[in-house]
């Protein structure tokens, strides 16, 4: 009762009960879920923002004044353009990157050289603190563990404060243990019931206590209707849910937990596929 106050509780003797009680009482949505949040099937990561910046060869400032945190990560990297396309790719790369950075402990100073192709956690003791870099010519992306806006914080050359060609802002995780990320993974394939089933329980079997959130949208075969569901640690509680129609065949699935095989849960995923 402590978890839901509005939730009904039905008494029953060895389990007898009015099934209309408990089936089709719309306890999960999908359409509703993403009407609360249009992010809800969206990958968690533990930064917020990315800007895409074409630069020319040369010294560059990260100039960050005082903010809300004592300190923040970024990670800066070069790219073959700047387009959200190339830096997709490197997401769960870059997640990695974060996460070392937080269980490193150590944080640069205010003039300290910012390193190109890894994160580093930047103390922000001065105001402004600043952090620079040496570049070549071409595209970079800036990730930052929270939006510029929250610090005002700039990147300058030269010829002043760069706007980025674009930027990209990301459903943040806010986690601080290493040990903890999302993992996110999607086909356009069907899936075979029974072999995801078999998956799942085993999945659950062994990693349920480090699955703090498990969600997702999926596309069985033979069936017309998406399957939504979603769980935490080994309860996990799914049903169909509108027709697919014309829409394209999807299937997304998301994990937030401790200690994630990406490469273990794409295989098993994988051999689910038809």
């Not at 769960?92 to 994160?119: C, D, H, K, N, Y």
Request: charged content about 20%.
């Amino acid at each position: 009762r402590a978890m839901n106050a509005t939730a009904p509780i039905h008494r029953t003797t060895l389990a007898q009960i009015n099934l209309n009680h408990v089936l089709g009482i719309e306890g999960f949505s999908l359409q509703r879920a993403l009407e609360v949040d249009p992010e809800f099937l969206a990958p968690e990561y533990p930064f917020e923002w990315a800007g895409l910046y074409q630069q020319p060869r040369g010294r560059i400032e990260l100039v960050i004044p005082s903010g809300p945190d004592h300190s923040m990560i970024v990670a800066l990297l070069p790219l073959p353009q700047p387009t959200f396309d190339d830096l997709k790719p490197l997401l769960a790369e870059v997640s990695a990157m974060f996460s070392a950075a937080r269980a490193a402990g150590e944080a640069l100073v205010s003039g300290s050289i910012l390193p190109t192709g890894s994160a580093a956690r930047l103390e922000l003791s001065q105001d402004p603190s600043i952090f620079v870099a040496d570049v070549e010519e071409g595209a970079w992306a800036l990730l930052t563990e929270h939006r510029p806006e929250e610090f005002g914080a700039a990147l300058c050359n030269g010829e002043g404060c760069c706007s980025p060609v674009s930027d990209v802002v990301f459903k943040a995780a806010h986690e601080h243990d290493a040990s903890v990320s999302s993992v996110g993974l999607s086909s356009d394939r069907a899936i075979d019931l029974d072999r995801f089933n078999a998956w799942m329980q085993d999945l659950l079997l062994r990693q349920g206590p480090d699955l703090f959130r498990t969600k997702g949208v999926l596309s069985f075969d033979g069936h017309d209707q998406r399957f939504v569901f979603q769980g935490v640690h080994m309860l996990v509680e799914g049903r169909p849910d509108a027709p697919w129609g014309d829409a394209p065949r999807t299937s997304k699935m998301v994990f937030i937990g401790r200690n994630l095989d990406r490469a273990e849960l794409d295989a098993g995923f994988s051999s689910c596929l038809v």
